[in-house]
């Protein structure tokens, strides 16, 4: 067994309780809400250093690129990225994680961790896990509880047999029952007891105690998830699981499928600060508010108010907030959120009373990202769009072809390669060219530099599914878009 640890980062997540910042096509974890970093870039540095090893990432395919493009941001090379079909929550995904960590190093420390926390003590955090490893090659259970500084009932809590000290590091201790999300009543009684911690959601164990656990608890996951390993196909470097037996699993948690029914449990108290920015209420308090209670972001102004978020994200809109109390106000160029605070919970179902009006801003946001990097709609008309598009160095759209839509692209930054049937060109600054309907045609970047370029379409159909696809490097099908 090596020493080392292994960080198995989940990925896969949608924050719908952050819209409309966090949306399904590009959910909190990627986004830079705290810090220089995204949340994802965040956890990943901070589980890297002495006797920490490559990190693991589980994740879904449309954010598989995303993940790759953060990771290698900060120069770190992942052990493997795993592919879930669907979405399958945390069973499913710790089983597969651990299945392949146990093939590729039997007996390994595994260190399961949300991508989407904040943990500004990374050295202490880490040297958290190191104290716990010994429990873990014991073959205990460790999960990590969080001493609690308010009556939260949006987590789940953890009863403790041994009386930590408030806000100190421990020594790992038996775990004597898991709490469900409280009511308020019972997360006041819970915070006065001292007997009680959050539960974080991160697990340190060996793949050979969790996978017995699987064994005994939830045969089945493990069966299923067995199968998709087994099946699973390598793609561009990602392993993508087999959906078929994939699609037979439950959807349910690890706290259901394992934790609670496992009798060699552990708690490692954690006295460091952390949140799992769970809502825009978490932000307000993570982002440190003035001495009225005000946190802005972009172009945001608060006036006679107080206890109170406002969040821009374009410069071209400012965001005035008057004699506001303890509000949450997020003004993007699509979307707007005003909510009180004591409903940052609540925010999930305005997400779905959107979902259910087929509202796009449910899920979508205004700049899509992709492999190649992203574009956003500057314009839409009855028989046009103006898109800008900006590609990454090196990167190539594949080579397509449209039935209903001519394009003109005029290059702003950068040089771009365009190929239109059998010509290519180089197009620099301040040039254009025109892709006529039906034309086979793609663009790179072969520069150093961001290529950015206005993109005008005219057709009797603009949707991004009106592509035909004959090569592409990113190993895409024919009807997925860009």
């Given at each position: 067994?090596?020493?080392?640890i292994h960080p198995?980062?989940l990925?896969?997540?949608s924050?719908?309780?952050?819209?409309?910042?966090s949306?399904?096509?590009y959910?909190?974890q990627?986004?830079?809400?705290i810090?220089?970093?995204s949340?994802f870039q965040?956890?990943a540095r901070?589980?890297?250093g002495?006797?920490?090893?490559?990190?693991?990432?589980?994740?879904?395919?449309?954010?598989?690129?995303?993940?790759?493009?953060?990771l290698?941001?900060?120069?770190?090379?992942?052990?493997?990225?795993l592919?879930?079909?669907?979405a399958r929550?945390?069973?499913?995904?710790i089983?597969?994680?651990?299945?392949t960590?146990?093939?590729?190093?039997?007996?390994?420390?595994?260190?399961?961790?949300?991508?989407?926390?904040?943990?500004p003590?990374?050295?202490?955090?880490?040297?958290?896990?190191?104290?716990?490893?010994?429990?873990?090659?014991?073959?205990?259970?460790v999960?990590?509880g969080?001493?609690?500084?308010?009556?939260e009932?949006?987590y789940?809590?953890l009863?403790?047999?041994t009386?930590?000290?408030?806000?100190?590091?421990?020594?790992?201790?038996?775990l004597?029952?898991?709490?469900?999300?409280?009511?308020?009543?019972?997360?006041?009684?819970?915070?006065?007891g001292?007997?009680?911690?959050w539960?974080?959601g991160?697990?340190?164990?060996?793949?050979?105690?969790?996978?017995?656990?699987?064994?005994?608890?939830?045969?089945?996951?493990?069966?299923?998830?067995?199968?998709?390993?087994?099946?699973?196909e390598?793609?561009?470097?990602?392993?993508?699981?087999?959906?078929?037996?994939?699609?037979?699993?439950?959807?349910?948690?690890?706290?259901?499928?394992?934790?609670?029914?496992a009798?060699?449990?552990?708690?490692?108290?954690?006295?460091?600060?952390w949140?799992?920015?769970?809502?825009?209420q978490?932000?307000?308090?993570?982002?440190t508010?003035?001495?009225?209670?005000?946190v802005?972001?972009g172009?945001?102004?608060?006036?006679?108010?107080?206890n109170?978020?406002?969040?821009?994200?374009?410069?071209?809109?400012?965001?005035v907030g008057?004699?506001?109390?303890d509000?949450?106000?997020?003004?993007?160029?699509d979307?707007?959120?005003?909510?009180h605070?004591?409903r940052?919970?609540?925010?999930?179902?305005?997400?779905?009373?959107?979902?259910?009006?087929q509202?796009?801003?449910?899920?979508?946001?205004?700049?899509?990202?992709?492999?190649w990097g992203?574009?956003?709609?500057?314009?839409?008309?009855?028989?046009?769009?103006?898109?800008r598009i900006?590609v990454?160095?090196g990167?190539?759209?594949?080579?397509?072809?449209?039935?209903h839509r001519?394009?003109?692209?005029?290059?702003?930054?950068?040089?771009?390669?365009?190929t239109v049937?059998?010509?290519v060109?180089?197009?620099?600054?301040?040039q254009?060219?025109?892709?006529?309907?039906?034309?086979?045609?793609?663009?790179?970047?072969?520069g150093?530099?961001?290529?950015?370029?206005?993109?005008?379409?005219?057709?009797?159909y603009?949707?991004?599914?009106?592509?035909?696809r004959?090569?592409?490097?990113?190993?895409?099908?024919?009807?997925?878009?860009?």
């Amino acid at each position: 067994m090596t020493a080392d640890i292994h960080p198995v980062l989940l990925c896969g997540g949608s924050g719908t309780r952050l819209w409309p910042l966090s949306r399904k096509s590009y959910p909190k974890q990627f986004v830079r809400l705290i810090g220089d970093d995204s949340l994802f870039q965040a956890s990943a540095r901070r589980l890297q250093g002495a006797g920490f090893a490559a990190p693991g990432v589980i994740t879904a395919s449309d954010f598989r690129f995303i993940v790759v493009e953060q990771l290698a941001a900060l120069e770190i090379a992942p052990a493997d990225i795993l592919i879930e079909p669907a979405a399958r929550n945390t069973a499913a995904a710790i089983c597969a994680a651990a299945l392949t960590l146990e093939a590729r190093s039997p007996g390994a420390l595994m260190l399961v961790a949300p991508s989407d926390h904040v943990i500004p003590d990374a050295v202490r955090f880490r040297a958290a896990v190191t104290a716990a490893a010994p429990a873990a090659r014991d073959g205990r259970l460790v999960t990590f509880g969080i001493h609690p500084n308010r009556a939260e009932t949006g987590y789940g809590w953890l009863e403790l047999t041994t009386r930590p000290d408030a806000g100190a590091d421990a020594l790992p201790q038996p775990l004597r029952s898991f709490v469900e999300k409280p009511d308020i009543a019972t997360a006041e009684r819970l915070l006065a007891g001292g007997m009680h911690l959050w539960n974080a959601g991160i697990f340190l164990f060996s793949t050979t105690t969790i996978l017995a656990a699987f064994a005994r608890h939830a045969p089945d996951t493990l069966t299923r998830t067995r199968a998709a390993v087994d099946g699973a196909e390598r793609d561009l470097g990602f392993t993508r699981l087999a959906p078929g037996p994939w699609a037979d699993l439950d959807n349910i948690s690890i706290d259901y499928a394992v934790m609670e029914r496992a009798d060699n449990l552990t708690v490692m108290p954690y006295g460091g600060a952390w949140s799992d920015l769970g809502d825009w209420q978490a932000v307000w308090r993570e982002k440190t508010p003035d001495a009225d209670g005000i946190v802005t972001t972009g172009p945001a102004m608060a006036i006679a108010s107080t206890n109170t978020l406002l969040h821009a994200t374009s410069d071209a809109q400012q965001l005035v907030g008057i004699g506001l109390h303890d509000i949450i106000a997020v003004a993007m160029p699509d979307a707007v959120l005003i909510a009180h605070k004591d409903r940052a919970q609540d925010v999930k179902l305005a997400v779905q009373a959107l979902k259910a009006r087929q509202v796009p801003q449910a899920e979508t946001l205004p700049r899509d990202y992709r492999p190649w990097g992203w574009y956003e709609s500057l314009v839409v008309g009855p028989r046009f769009q103006v898109k800008r598009i900006t590609v990454h160095p090196g990167a190539a759209l594949s080579l397509q072809s449209h039935h209903h839509r001519a394009e003109h692209w005029i290059v702003v930054e950068g040089t771009a390669k365009v190929t239109v049937d059998d010509t290519v060109t180089l197009i620099s600054e301040n040039q254009s060219i025109f892709i006529p309907l039906g034309a086979v045609h793609r663009m790179e970047n072969p520069g150093k530099v961001p290529l950015t370029l206005i993109e005008v379409q005219t057709g009797t159909y603009l949707g991004e599914d009106d592509i035909i696809r004959y090569e592409d490097v990113y190993a895409r099908g024919p009807g997925a878009r860009g």
